[in-house]
């Protein structure tokens, strides 16, 4: 499985965004699907799953909303009420089984896409 993010850029807070990531590779419906994020400094954590339901981190609960679209091989993560503390590279993972919200249980990482907030 590859996986391909876009849709990061440069917002003002309090904004919306919205994350793709595109999956190459067959059973893409066989896989969790996650969105991770690192800030500058910081580790990288997770943010959201999509399987048999959704789950979010505290911090983006409210705010952000994971979707998926069987059809077109895409995760989705919408980011509204952004705040200067979003601001990171976010990352979509995929894996076999179960998701989990540590990020080495997950095999496929996609090259991640930048998001900055200006307050």
């Known amino acids: 499985v590859q996986l391909q993010a876009s849709g990061g850029g440069l917002v003002q807070a309090g904004g919306p965004l919205r994350l793709s990531c595109v999956a190459s590779g067959r059973s893409f419906d066989m896989y969790a699907m996650s969105w991770f994020r690192q800030a500058p400094g910081k580790e990288r954590e997770f943010v959201a799953w999509y399987g048999i339901y959704t789950y979010y981190a505290d911090s983006v609960k409210g705010r952000f909303t994971i979707s998926r679209d069987i059809a077109k091989n895409t995760v989705y993560l919408q980011i509204n009420s952004l705040k200067p503390e979003d601001t990171a590279v976010y990352y979509c993972?995929?894996?076999?089984?179960?998701?989990?919200?540590?990020?080495?249980?997950?095999?496929?990482w996609g090259q991640g896409t930048q998001v900055t907030v200006s307050s």
């Open positions: 993972a995929a894996r076999r089984g179960f998701n989990s919200h540590v990020g080495k249980d997950y095999e496929y």
